[in-house]
């Protein structure tokens, strides 16, 4: 095993070594994502009035369905958005503190707090205890995929970073898919929820391999021997980012760039068949086709959209022009809905999909020349876009988490006031559509990073 080990540490396998650190740290990262889906589906609709209980860890937990219902059925989201903040967060207080190596093992052993989460008491304060440790899983889920960045940064060169930077998009979508799979093709979603608990059990125990893999091949790329106070010269990096300006354009742009990618595949369902009149979970089956079209545009994204990474060209209007394009597909899904899928028209109906697709090439594809940006100003390293990545992440989160509570709060305020679904959904599809929009002068208010023009690529040739 240690030949192993020194081989992999050889400069002349720096490459290879760096992707198996960084695979393995992104399938980390993609089950936590499948789990976080599967928190969505696998809730069920608790106990009726009547005593019938539904299939889900809501019934499981005794949690009944009346007037303060809704909040209870979204606390799991909210404690698992919540913590990713946290998470996103906490990456840049351990790599100021830790090294990169003990900050992987952290992060992968808070997600394996999600296996005893599903065995808490049958009961309400069960539930609680159940939403603490989801969280806790949470932090460290989203941990991972800031990690992932320092290994991009210590192990690839320029054009090998944006490569990595574009295949390093599909485990989000991925993930999520793999979670909206099973009610695709199961006959009644029951049967998917009765399994709830195995399901969560086997997502959060997978996390052990990666585990593994970083306790025995991990290292200290990211300390040298001239770091002589890095915990103080970290602080003090941190302090910087936090008094820039840019620092907070990026976090309206990944904020603003999360609910664009994130509420479509969440919020559709309601708001789709409320804008069309029609009674909720008469097509649920079609959005669910719809979600993984929107997902799936990601595996072509690194050949299409994120080739951008590889030219000279600008970035910052190319961003905008695609979070643009992306955002009115969107919008012309909900259109298609309601004129074609609604209707039963089948040429409309297959703009539907096409729309989701488009849409999902446009806001996914895009994140790769995003995650590549960072890497091309002058002044990066490993350990400055660790931190830079896990303040943009974190604060972007707490954004998320902010739109994703009022939106879920816009129905349960509504109800009080008298309103109907129709009202509600409009409301909240017009602030998915601004809120997203908003992504766009995030970028605009950006610097262009210093890729090398092509002027300056022609003089070097002379």
């Not at 080990?5 to 993609?30: H, Q």
């Not at 719809?290 to 961003?319: D, E, H, Q, Y």
Request: hydrophobic share 55%.
């Amino acid at each position: 095993m240690q030949k192993i080990i020194n081989k992999m540490n050889n400069p002349k396998n720096k490459v290879a070594y760096g992707f198996l650190l960084w695979s393995f740290i992104s399938i980390g990262y993609l089950l936590f994502v499948a789990n976080w889906g599967f928190v969505v589906g696998l809730a069920g609709n608790g106990i009726d009035a009547n005593g019938a209980a539904d299939a889900g860890f809501l019934s499981y937990f005794k949690i009944v369905k009346n007037a303060t219902f809704d909040l209870t059925n979204n606390a799991a989201n909210w404690a698992i958005t919540l913590g990713r903040g946290i998470g996103s967060v906490a990456v840049a207080l351990l790599l100021a503190k830790f090294a990169h190596k003990y900050s992987t093992i952290i992060a992968i052993s808070l997600t394996l707090i999600g296996i005893p989460a599903q065995f808490m008491p049958a009961a309400p304060y069960g539930y609680v205890l159940f939403l603490i440790l989801i969280t806790f899983m949470a932090i460290g889920g989203t941990m991972l995929v800031i990690l992932t960045q320092p290994v991009v940064s210590a192990f690839f060169g320029k054009k090998q970073k944006s490569i990595v930077s574009q295949f390093g998009i599909w485990f989000y979508p991925l993930g999520t898919i793999i979670s909206i799979l099973p009610f695709v093709f199961a006959g009644k979603s029951s049967v998917v929820r009765e399994n709830w608990q195995l399901i969560f059990t086997i997502l959060a125990a997978l996390n052990v391999i990666p585990l593994i893999i970083i306790i025995i091949f991990g290292s200290h790329f990211d300390r040298t021997t001239t770091e002589n106070q890095p915990k103080q010269e970290g602080f003090k990096i941190l302090g910087k980012y936090l008094k820039s300006k840019a620092t907070y354009a990026w976090v309206l742009l990944y904020g603003a760039w999360l609910c664009a990618v994130v509420f479509p595949t969440s919020v559709s369902f309601n708001v789709f068949h409320d804008l069309a009149s029609i009674k909720r979970n008469t097509f649920d089956h079609e959005i669910r086709i719809w979600s993984v079209c929107f997902l799936a545009a990601v595996f072509i994204a690194p050949i299409t959209i994120g080739l951008w990474s590889k030219t000279n060209f600008k970035r910052r209007w190319f961003i905008g022009l695609i979070l643009f394009i992306g955002i009115m597909l969107y919008a012309l899904s909900a259109v298609t809905f309601i004129y074609g899928v609604a209707k039963k028209n089948v040429f409309v109906s297959a703009l539907f999909y096409i729309f989701g697709f488009l849409s999902g090439l446009c806001l996914w594809g895009i994140q790769g020349v995003m995650l590549n940006m960072p890497h091309e100003y002058k002044d990066s390293d490993p350990k400055t876009i660790g931190w830079m990545f896990s303040l943009i992440w974190g604060m972007g989160y707490i954004f998320f988490t902010i739109i994703l509570i009022g939106i879920s709060i816009i129905p349960i305020a509504g109800a009080k006031l008298g309103g109907n679904n129709y009202i509600y959904s409009t409301i909240t599809f017009i602030v998915l559509i601004v809120v997203s929009l908003s992504a766009i002068l995030g970028a605009f208010l950006l610097k262009e990073p210093s890729t090398q023009t092509n002027e300056q690529a022609k003089m070097q040739t002379k």
